[in-house]
């Protein structure tokens, strides 16, 4: 396969990541992300199948993308989504294959997503308390989560992070037992600001505990923490340890400290629509193009002018910010 120009948006951004999901649908429903009830999800049919996935990410890796995200709703639930991690695995261009889960599913599964070439793995868990994690997720699952993680070391993932939304008044009791935790597991421990991607509209921004505030909290109880090397500019995570050398935490400030300037992600829906950012007001129609006998040529127009099209960043700190019709489930994390 001929490899063709990088995808380079008008700001100079060359976009080389990109997050796939795989379904909508999910097994939580955290109340920053999902309606608590009566979810409408995609019908079954409008699911973008594996060929079609893998049709879409070859003609991507022609265009430089190299660094694939599989997530969704919760990419777990899609049944034998290793197949899929080996087809994209294969694909020529492509280095890089990481997961997004909230782990409720991964005691069953992580051996064959290690057997299928996955080795990058993020769990999402707000809470090491199990009455705050219900608050959040609006379901049971707390131990079934720390099972998964037990179990993706097990089969030998490495890295492990996980991903903890912060939000003040309800999880800022966890931040010191997550401390606690990245020092004694070593499994690095992320902290996400709050974003307005919720399903009820209803993200308010005394609700998001800034990464700054996060941060001096850790340093009280623990001691200083020493910025890591960067060596990914592009990556959203500010990384830390602490000075004495035992545990890592890092922060992804998207709301106090955006990094949109160095931004080199887009997104495909489990619906197939291509987005250029997760706060973008549009999306490009690729589905159509897969099933309707379009062309290569004629997808890679479309993801073209979709990255051209691509705004200088998100405004959510401005009078200006719409939130997304698409809640951050359907969009995919
Ligand atoms: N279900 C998987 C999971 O939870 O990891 C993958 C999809 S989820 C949408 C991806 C990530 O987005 C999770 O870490 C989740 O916590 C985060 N997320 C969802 N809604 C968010 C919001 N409104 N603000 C910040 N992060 C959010
Ligand atoms: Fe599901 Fe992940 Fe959204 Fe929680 S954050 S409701 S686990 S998709």
């Given at each position: 396969m001929t490899s063709l120009p990088p995808l380079v948006d008008s700001f100079g951004r060359r976009h080389n990541n990109l997050r796939l999901s795989v379904t909508d649908r999910c097994n939580l429903r955290c109340f920053y992300c999902m309606p608590a009830d009566d979810v409408e999800f995609v019908a079954r049919e409008e699911l973008l199948t594996f060929e079609e996935i893998g049709r879409f990410v070859t003609v991507a890796a022609r265009l430089g993308v190299d660094k694939l995200r599989i997530t969704g709703g919760e990419p777990l639930v899609r049944r034998d989504l290793p197949v899929l991690i080996e087809k994209l695995a294969a694909i020529d261009g492509i280095q890089d294959i990481g997961l997004s889960t909230n782990g409720i599913l991964l005691g069953e599964q992580a051996r064959d997503l290690f057997a299928a070439g996955l080795r990058r793995i993020n769990v999402s868990l707000d809470a090491l308390d199990p009455v705050r994690f219900?608050?959040?997720?609006?379901?049971?699952?707390?131990?079934?989560?720390?099972?998964?993680?037990?179990?993706a070391k097990?089969?030998?993932?490495?890295?492990?992070?996980?991903?903890?939304?912060?939000?003040?008044?309800?999880?800022?009791?966890?931040?010191?037992?997550?401390?606690?935790?990245?020092?004694?597991?070593?499994?690095?421990?992320?902290?996400?600001?709050?974003?307005?991607?919720?399903?009820?509209?209803?993200?308010?921004?005394?609700?998001?505990?800034?990464?700054?505030?996060?941060?001096?909290?850790?340093?009280?109880?623990?001691?200083?923490?020493?910025?890591?090397?960067?060596?990914?500019?592009?990556?959203?995570?500010?990384?830390?340890?602490?000075?004495?050398?035992?545990?890592?935490?890092?922060?992804?400030?998207?709301?106090?400290?955006?990094?949109?300037?160095?931004?080199?992600?887009?997104?495909?829906?489990?619906?197939?629509?291509?987005?250029?950012?997760?706060?973008?007001l549009i999306e490009t129609d690729i589905k159509t193009i897969l099933r309707d006998g379009g062309t290569d040529e004629q997808m890679i127009e479309s993801i073209r002018s979709s990255i051209h099209e691509k705004a200088e960043g998100h405004e959510i700190n401005t009078a200006r910010f719409v939130q997304p019709d698409r809640p951050m489930f359907s969009i995919g994390g």
């Open positions: 219900k608050e959040v997720t609006r379901r049971e699952g707390h131990e079934k989560v720390l099972e998964g993680l037990q179990a097990d089969a030998g993932f490495d890295p492990i992070k996980i991903n903890a939304v912060a939000i003040r008044g309800l999880t800022e009791d966890q931040l010191i037992p997550f401390g606690r935790f990245a020092r004694e597991s070593g499994v690095e421990v992320r902290f996400i600001e709050f974003m307005p991607l919720d399903a009820d509209n209803a993200w308010d921004r005394n609700r998001v505990l800034f990464a700054s505030e996060i941060r001096s909290r850790l340093e009280a109880e623990f001691g200083p923490l020493v910025a890591r090397g960067r060596p990914d500019p592009t990556a959203p995570s500010s990384d830390f340890e602490f000075a004495d050398g035992r545990g890592r935490v890092g922060f992804i400030a998207s709301v106090s400290e955006p990094f949109c300037g160095m931004c080199n992600r887009f997104r495909l829906t489990a619906d197939g629509k291509l987005r250029n950012c997760l706060f973008s």
